[in-house]
């Protein structure tokens, strides 16, 4: 009953993404590979030459974190935004068949850059599969709260509810299948974009879309109450009493993603202040 427009511009299908899909996994051109290299190269370079420029006179950066600047509450950080430096496993595009990315053996890690001053150390901390955890709470699938109240890997655990044992190497294809569906469904995306980002017919996309929302039949009243919220209301809560404003019906289906984006950094911020306290 929601009219849904998709926009093209949010970053899914930039110039240098689509380019480079098109190069190495449609035509598979020879030169793909290198013509990415050479991108992400480039891309490094300026952004060491952007962190020369944020040092002080003692060759030190500070980074500024933002509690409360990104609309679902997640921390960001800026100048510079040290959870996006990229590491020795990045994609080099983000339409592969493969969501995790592929290493970077030949190529610089820009992390070995930085350096803790003397007496100090980096401290990274995250959950495991938050967002997922949110996820399964929030839409109370049974099947999904299962797998982790189990332990269980819950990405191979769905796709094999959803395709079935099929052996070592198809299973992990199989979970990566899960692991974009999932997510796909998570942030609103579109049997198009799945088929774009899976590499498939449309036929087949959908296919997988149907067969994941058939499985965990939890997920898809969980999407449609959260635009029906929307609608009514014009906004919804999260848990921790938070409300996320949408008055525009082309974008109701944010909501489900900015509940489990912005629960998952509620959760993360209660942690932060015990982890103070702790240390």
């Known amino acids: 009953g929601f009219h849904r427009q998709r926009i093209i511009k949010g970053g899914a299908y930039n110039k240098t993404n689509t380019s480079t899909f098109i190069l190495m996994e449609k035509v598979k051109h020879p030169l793909g590979e290198l013509i990415s290299a050479i991108r992400e190269a480039a891309k490094l ?18 980074t500024d974190f933002n509690l409360t600047g990104t609309r679902t509450g997640r921390l960001s950080s800026k100048k510079p935004p040290i959870q996006n430096i990229p590491s020795d496993v990045r994609s080099r595009f983000t339409q592969g068949v493969f969501t995790g990315g592929i290493n970077r053996n030949q190529e610089y890690n820009l992390r070995n850059a930085l350096i803790a001053r003397p007496g100090y150390s980096y401290l990274s901390i ?18 999904m709260l299962q797998f982790i109240a189990e332990g269980r890997d819950v990405h191979g655990s769905m796709a094999l509810q959803v395709w079935g044992d099929c052996g070592k190497e198809m299973n992990k294809v199989h979970r990566e299948w899960s692991k974009t569906v999932t997510f796909s469904m998570l942030y609103g995306m579109s049997v198009g974009s799945l088929q774009h980002k899976l590499n498939m017919t ?35 809560a999260y848990w921790s009493g938070r409300r996320w404003y949408e008055e525009t019906e082309n974008f109701y289906y944010r909501w ?24």
Not at 209 to 232: E, H, K, V
Not at 256 to 275: E, H, I, K, P
């Open 45 to 62: 370079a300026k952004t060491m030459t952007t962190w020369l420029m944020l040092m002080d006179d003692n060759s030190t950066i500070h």
């Open 126 to 143: 995250d959950y495991k599969t938050m967002e997922l955890n949110v996820f399964a709470q929030l839409s109370q699938d049974a099947k």
């Open 202 to 236: 449309f036929a087949e996309a959908r296919k997988i879309m149907d067969d994941s929302l058939t499985t965990f039949p939890g997920i898809r009243p969980f999407q449609l109450a959260c635009m029906y919220a929307c609608r009514d209301y014009g906004y919804v």
């Open 256 to 279: 489900f993603n900015a509940a489990v984006q912005g629960g998952a950094a509620d959760l993360l911020s209660v942690a932060a202040l015990r982890c103070y306290k702790w240390l």
